[in-house]
């Protein structure tokens, strides 16, 4: 669950190797009903919008400044997030930022 301004987001789901973008109505119940176990506050609210994103993972998330590439300029790897990425973001961006010496 992320709460934003006028909304929160609930979601997802973990499904390796699925590249199926259609929404699912059954797991979107799945997601709202186990949201509203956690915070039963949820229960009153109705559902916006289902979308459904692929998010590419790996074991863990490259991030590192690389300064021998062959376009001959800095590039900072930033990638692998998965369903993560709105979690650690943040702090994905102040490593970059420390990476290219901006702090």
């Known amino acids: 669950m992320h709460p934003r301004a006028n909304d929160c987001v609930l979601g997802g789901s973990l499904d390796v190797g699925n590249q199926d973008v259609t929404p699912d109505p059954e797991l979107t119940q799945s997601i709202v009903e186990r949201c509203c176990d956690l915070v039963p506050q949820l229960a009153d609210s109705s559902v916006i919008e289902t979308l459904v994103g692929l998010r590419p993972g790996r074991k863990e998330v490259r991030l590192e400044l690389d300064t021998e590439t062959t376009v001959g300029i800095p590039v900072v ?14 702090g994905c961006a102040r490593e970059v930022v420390t990476a290219v010496g901006v702090l």
């Not at 790897?77 to 943040?90: A, D, E, K, Q, R």
């Open 77 to 90: 790897h930033n990638y692998g997030h998965g369903g993560s990425g709105v979690t650690i973001g943040y």
